[in-house]
């Protein structure tokens, strides 16, 4: 069976940090994102192949997951001469002639979701559809997706504004799709399959099947939620490396150099290559990313640090993010919902 990821977006909400780093390619902790999404696929023993299907920046995505190998499966990419959608893209990927199911992930959703479990009950109903939902407290930056008591899928809204809000449940962005349902999406055409695919299914009575899940599920694609993922992990709220049992406590790579006299609070994550002085405070909810330094006296109260910034003396700062290769000067103090892109300087005694 073929799964196909999409990750061809150009994760423009996680801008400046995607400006550099496509969206399933961000750091979560010391990982690009798309290894927890190909960790839950080789759940299922009969995915002998993962398509990335792709647009922006592909060859940064290519030369991070090569062949797969390294992570024990097959990987090949597809990239789209132009963006065709959601429901192009996967047409586009699936290749002509599509039989038998397929596996849809949307490339930047975070779940535990029973991946087995949802194709087993596709294949229990023979459904020509099956969907994953999530229960969520605002759907409105979703797909609204209705389903009667027997989990046959009524209604799919995308984006739907207030008045329109008739459930909780969301399309949490991963799907089992019949091959030969995907001739009514128009070959290389930019074409919705939230907006087009699924509608269509409802229209003509498909058996379209709803599974819903109401464990671990997240979208990565904002600021927030991005920090809100290395929370959650950090936490236990979401079981997941590096953390798994050693959840609430501070994880620090052997190859980490923390002086005597530096204060490290859990949870928090310290990477390979790290320096830590003497005097600094890594606070709970920091990440700090590969050889990054972090100079004497210096505070990081739940910073995310990518790899290979340099935080100077007596600098003080709140739940940001920073991209790589950033610098942040002497006696700095930078609040929280900062995002700074790659290689952006904060020079001596700035405020921000
Ligand atoms: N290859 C390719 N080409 N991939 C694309 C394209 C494209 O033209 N457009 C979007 N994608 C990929 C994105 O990279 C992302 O992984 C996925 O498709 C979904 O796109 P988003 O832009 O993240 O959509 P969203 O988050 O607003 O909404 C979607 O996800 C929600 C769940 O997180 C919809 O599917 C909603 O219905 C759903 O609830
Ligand atoms: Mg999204």
Redesign the pocket.
Known sequence: MKAIL????QGSRLRPLTLNTP?PIVPIFDRPFLRYQIELLKQVPDIDEIVL???YQPKRIEEVFGDGGDLGVTIRYVV?PN????G??IKFAAGPKPSGPVVVF????LTSVDLPGVIALHRERQARATIVLTPVDNPS???LVEADPDANVKAFL?KPSADQISCNT????IYILEGDTLDRIPPDTAFSI?RGYFPSLIEHAETFVAYTYRGYWI?I?TREKYQQVHHDIMSGRFNAPPFHEASGTAVISPDARVDPGAVIEGPCFIDAEVVIKSGARIGPNSVIGAHCHIGEDAQVNGAILWPHTWVDRNATLGPLVAGRHCQFGRHVEVGGSTVLGDNSVVTDFSRL
């Open positions: 999409l990750a061809g977006g969206k299907s792709l647009n789209e963006p065709l959608g959601t192009g893209a949307n490339g930047d959703v930056a979703y797909g995308e969301i399309n949490a962005g939230e979208d694609g």
